[in-house]
């Protein structure tokens, strides 16, 4: 696991807990803000745009960015209310993309990904890096599940990260499917799924972050960037989903809220994008 650099004093921990929130992980005061309603690219099969809630927080100079990427379920406000307003409030320009919606989609639970979404995450980072407050040069994207997948497919070396003009520079996908991801990183990427999860197995990320193929065998070493790797003990799928307190199940697979492994997520993604696109990691 890579190391990062952290801040050399107090006061400057001091200052970053100030900037970026609360020292919980919880989102501050200056995120409440609500996010703005966006269109932008139209996909290729549909002529209806692809839509977001775009969050601004209230700072000064260029700001790094996010990417969200929802699940097989969609929920993509809900995302944008778990996540995109605790990063706002860490101070990064937030888009929380629809990918189902315009598209007239349910869900995608039981049918894999539809092809034409795989370059959803390059249409939100055009959109992106066209507004006048975000730096294009710091923009990461986050996936969350089949959003995790999508996540890491942008960013491994491909047709499809070869061929956008504009890049991320830094990837993480929360529970993703790691089967048929080849591992040649692009940029930094972080993967964080639960010990227990048996829909989306720790064992297939281990593998990939250890650079084994899908039966287990090495790949040629040193291609792209390493994988940072974080199993969280005792998690399920969708452990930072509150609504599942009582644990759910969805196509027999379980889902579980983790109150501990959901914050140790807080803290290791607050510490990885600091790392990557948000200056330096915060200490505690």
Known sequence: MRKFAGLATFGAAFLAVL???SADGKPAAAAEAPPALVEFESPLSNTQPLQGLLRRPERPGLLPAVVLLHGCTGQWRELD??????????GYVTLTVDRFGPRGIGNACTGGVPMTMVRDAYRALSFLSRQSLVDPER??????SQGGWLAMISVERGAIEINATEKFRAAVAFYPRCLAIKGNMTVPTLIMVGELDDWTPAKECRNLAEGRDDDGISRQPGLGYPIELIVLPGAYHDFDMPQYRTPGQLLGHRLEFNEQARDQSIDALRKFLYATIGGQEKTQ
Do not use: D, N, Q
């Not at 923009?139 to 969350?144: C, E, R």
């Open 19 to 21: 900037l970026i929130g």
């Open 81 to 90: 209310e778990r996540w995109g307003k605790r990063l706002a409030a860490w």
């Open 139 to 144: 923009i990461a994207v986050i996936g969350f």
